[in-house]
């Protein structure tokens, strides 16, 4: 094998789902629709909030952007698994394996980023409902969503780098359907602690912190309810609430299973059945979650619906 940057591999092995060999094809058809259903019903939502004057709000303005963030993180593992398993080859070269990274990474740091926007959102909505469009202006909203890119990018791109400077010597075969940064890690033969340190620190930036500002603001939510006597408005506002707590349970849940209790060395195939789920099953589920729960946007399907069956040709 030829030598790429410290690593003397030049590719890697996915060894993919603990699976029996009979059933590969149940789960092909099962992880192709679930990907499908990701993208068509994630751009339907995105195409719902573009041409409904009423879902042109700052929480749908997020939800859009999240909608999209789903559909490319899973777009980074999910086509790249149905064609191993279709052409029954392993291989990921190393450039691939490392650019698979980042953008996994990168997307779902932004995931993590929006879903704490669209909280400050809803906590905004309810607990100062007389100042939100003065809070909520449209240049808060693209700067959060700015800040959340660039944050993203250097959470990503910090751990990149530090990858390539380590290196895989001996065994190349990785024991997952994607190139997760945990199981590069232990497949290194050079000295991880920086890594983990900063996987560690950066860990509280992109993930703790946010997931410690989404409760807070459901705190000051929670607070005001009980308060407050409830307004039209602020019942509203409430409706969405529980759309975003049932994402934001999903994704940190699959997180915290995966991440803060990973399973042992010899046993890895819990982290890899947890991963299908954050990677396939919670961006999928996003778009049942916001239409089934939210009355805003049952209506703008019932409208978009209306509007093409009964046009005139």
Known sequence: MKKDNQSSVSEFLLLGLPMWTEKQGIYYTLFLAMYLTTVLGNLLIMLLV???????????????????????????????????????????????????????????????????????????????????????????CFLLVIVSWLLSCASALLHTLLLTHLSFRGDNALPHFFCDLSALLKLSSSDTTVNELVIFTVGVVVITLPLICILVSYGHIGATILKVPLTKGICKALSTCGSHLSVVSLYYGAIIGLYFFPSSDNSNDKDVIVAVLYTLLTPMLNPFIYSLRNRDMKGALGHLLNKGLFSPC
């Open 50 to 140: 573009r041409l409904d004057s009423r879902l042109h709000t700052p929480m749908y303005f997020f939800l859009s952007h999240l909608a999209f963030t789903d559909i490319s993180f899973s777009s980074v593992t999910a086509p790249k698994m149905l064609m191993n398993m279709q052409t029954q080859s392993q291989s990921i070269s190393y450039a691939g394996c490392i650019s698979q990274l980042y953008f996994f990474l990168f997307w779902g740091d932004l995931d993590s980023f929006l879903l704490t926007s669209m909280a400050y959102d809803r906590y905004v909505a309810i607990c100062h409902p007389l100042h939100y469009t003065t809070i909520m202006s449209q240049n808060l």
